[in-house]
């Protein structure tokens, strides 16, 4: 349990350590899986041998490396070709066994296309994508969103303004505000496999220190909480970080309120400090040249590789037991 455990902590924060800002529409460089179905590990198929229904052969299921095996054609790795591809890679093996081999790939169960959807749903973990979604329809399958009492109200417990959606290395720009508070269908986009959803949580009392401090992460919120105290509390700057430029973002992660705060001149008496607020986003830059909208992005891929790190660390022995 506990390597399966890290394992998994491991991989997704090598998925998205590599994360960088999201474009203005979102526009992906590869082909959806919906005009190309590649096979792959978890994938049921069918054989069968044309003209020759002794030689049939359902239900093989893709093995973890990528391979099958079917008659003398033996280990034959098939991971990303399609089914078309697959068969002539089959008829090409075994053309030293049988004259003109016709072999016939037929697909039985879906099961290597998986996303993944954390945080504040009913029903979080890791989903086959058996069919096309949407992120509503994704939702909807998790359960839809957690929610709890406050003041004798049943309300909704996820962060519209701070939940997100990776896929490979890019946040894309879907504002879950817009989706799912004012049904705007147009951030209704479909999901592709390996796509990781995580919806915050609305009742967190936290902010985040990241970039050039003694301990990046999260820090509980105090009452009078500031930028210095919480550079503090984190174990201090390095000594290559910026001081005279230290970011805050608040609010929305597609489309948040940043200032820029001279920590050296807070320090020397010259400005006050800086009053944080729940959720703000402190990051000390390590160098002086990178533009504010540079720095902010930065902030926030730091922030969500940390949101869903630290999500799997503490609910993942849960999700597995389950």
Excluded: C
Excluded at 135 to 155: P, S, Y
């Amino acid at each position: 349990m506990t390597r399966t455990l890290t394992v998994l902590g491991l991989s997704l924060l090598a998925s998205l350590a590599g994360l960088h800002a999201q474009s203005e529409e979102a526009e992906q460089d590869f082909e959806s899986w919906r005009e190309r179905y590649e096979l792959g590990p978890g994938d049921v198929i069918n054989f069968a041998y044309y003209g020759r229904p002794e030689l049939d052969r359902p239900g093989i299921r893709i093995a973890p490396d990528g391979t099958v095996s079917y008659l003398q054609a033996t280990n034959v790795n098939i991971n990303g070709l399609t089914i078309d591809e697959a068969r002539r890679l089959f008829d090409e093996r075994l053309a030293s066994y049988f004259r003109n081999p016709r072999v016939i790939i037929t697909p039985e169960e879906i099961g290597s296309k998986r996303y993944s959807i954390m945080g504040k749903v009913v029903k979080r973990g890791v989903y086959t994508l058996d069919r096309p979604l949407t992120l509503i329809e994704a939702v909807a399958r998790a359960g839809g969103m957690e929610v709890g009492l406050f003041e004798q109200n049943t309300v909704e417990l996820a962060d519209m303004e701070r939940s997100f959606i990776v896929r490979g290395d890019t946040r894309l720009d879907v504002n879950f505000q817009k989706l799912f508070l004012k049904g705007d269908m147009a951030q209704n986009i479909g999901i592709e496999p390996n796509d990781y959803i995580y919806f915050a949580s609305n009742v967190t009392n936290q902010y985040y220190v990241f970039g050039a401090v003694g301990q990046p992460g999260v820090q509980s919120f105090t009452p009078n909480a500031t930028v210095v105290t919480a550079l503090s509390r984190r174990l201090g700057y390095d000594p290559k970080a910026w001081i005279h430029r230290v970011i805050v973002v608040r609010g929305s992660l597609t489309n948040p309120e940043v200032f820029e705060v001279n920590v050296a001149d807070i320090l020397t008496g010259r400005t006050p400090d800086f009053r944080l607020q729940p959720k703000d986003i402190v990051y000390v830059a390590d160098r002086p040249t990178a533009e504010l909208e540079e720095l902010a992005d930065a902030a926030i891929r730091a922030f969500i590789t940390s949101a869903a790190v630290n999500f799997v660390n503490i609910h993942t022995p849960h999700i597995i037991n389950n």
